[in-house]
């Protein structure tokens, strides 16, 4: 029954990622009560002794990713996924193994660690060939290289996607849209902020056509508010992302965490303190499944606790921050960058830089739960006397 049952799911994962204009929310969503099913599927898949059953795992979490996504375990997501990658024989599964690492650079997206997993995926997808997979990896290693820098590099992945697609005329538009999409990211990023919205009006113009309005929300929104806000638009960029809360699909869950994220940072950019309590408390909801979430809500939570006077709670609350990003290797964006340095600013004008360190090396020991109760409790405080 565990074999049939795995077997069942992952064919339901592989027709799901194979329908790459059909995988809207809806679809995902579906998958959402299945959520303990799919769970138990890919833990016997796992822990199978024969290679070919564990296959089935890989398959079950590329394909029913989604799901994830909609229900807000992101974190649970990313488990799944280097629990597969360990367990997963590569030369007997190469497909598995290669869609296995796209994602994980999905999840790894900002951490350093993310330019090893894509030099090991590259020639895995070179032996592979396939051309739907060809576009869809080098659209992601478009906005990763980007990210970290790699501007060359991206450009070569954007290249290698465009030609793809401009021979393999059966790929869905969509997959061209994901591709504009990530390429928005690097011209941004190169200061290119008019290319960087043509690229996203395309890609919405794609995405509408095919009344695909989670692409345009969850996908081309935060975009554009970023690039609203480098480019010195920041009340523009706010009401981007709160445009997002305030959709019909700002309930669900990834299209929350990522506006949300955006608007705690900026409404405490503008001097909206208690705006951005509301931000950063909403956060924290979502702080024990998504380690952005968590990380983003902290800081927050201490840049309040800095503009009201109270340095202690705040420089803990920075410790904590500090010392998890700098394990993982985050590189946050201008917008955490910029309330960071809010953060920092408004301490340094209340204590010495040894009494912040000190501090804060006893926020780098408190566990996840303590940064939580922590974080709430700094919101809560009022003005200091």
């Not at 599927?41 to 199978?48: G, K």
């Not at 405490?268 to 979502?286: I, Q, R, T």
């Amino acid at each position: 029954m565990s074999r049939r049952h795995a077997h069942w799911l992952a064919t339901i994962g592989e027709e799901m990622y194979d329908s790459y204009e059909l995988t809207r929310l809806e679809e995902s969503s579906r998958l959402v009560p299945e959520i303990d099913n799919i769970r138990s599927a890919i833990a016997w898949s796992l822990n199978a002794a024969p290679q070919d059953d564990r296959g089935f795992a890989g398959r079950i979490i590329v394909g029913c990713g989604s799901a994830w996504e909609v229900a807000g375990g992101l974190r649970e997501h990313r488990r799944w996924i280097e629990t597969a990658l360990e367990r997963t024989d590569e030369a007997h599964h190469p497909l598995v193994v290669a869609h296995l690492l796209k994602d994980l650079i999905v999840r790894a997206h900002y951490e350093a660690a993310t330019l090893a997993l894509i030099d090991r995926a590259i020639p895995l997808y070179d032996r592979i060939g396939d051309p739907r997979d060809l576009v869809d990896f080098h659209s992601v290693l478009v906005s990763a290289y980007a990210w970290h820098g790699k501007f060359a590099e991206a450009e070569r992945s954007a290249e290698r996607a465009l030609a793809v697609i401009a021979t393999e005329r059966t790929l869905s538009s969509m997959q061209y849209a994901g591709l504009l999409a990530s390429r928005s990211m690097l011209r941004r990023l190169q200061g290119r902020y008019d290319d960087a919205r043509a690229d996203l009006l395309a890609a919405e113009a794609v995405a509408q056509s095919l009344a695909n309005r989670y692409f345009v929300i969850s996908l081309c929104w935060p975009r554009l508010s970023h690039i609203e806000y480098e480019s010195g638009n920041v009340r523009r960029a706010l009401e981007i992302a709160e445009g997002m809360l305030a959709s019909e699909l700002g309930s669900v869950t990834l299209v929350a965490q990522q506006a949300l994220r955006v608007v705690g940072g900026l409404r405490l950019l503008l001097g909206d303190v208690d705006g951005a309590v509301d931000s950063a408390s909403e956060l924290l909801d979502h702080a024990r499944y998504s380690d952005m979430c968590l990380n983003y809500a902290c800081e927050y939570a201490a840049a309040v606790a800095a503009l009201r006077g109270h340095a202690t709670v705040a420089a803990r609350l920075m410790g904590f921050v500090h010392v998890r990003e700098e394990r993982a290797g985050f590189r946050p964006g201008l917008v955490r960058k910029a309330a960071g340095d809010l953060l920092r600013s408004s301490l340094a004008r209340q204590v010495s830089e040894d009494v912040i360190a000190s501090v804060s090396a006893t926020g780098a020991r408190l566990t996840e739960e303590e940064a939580i109760a922590e974080a709430r409790a700094a919101l809560e405080l009022g003005p200091a006397a």
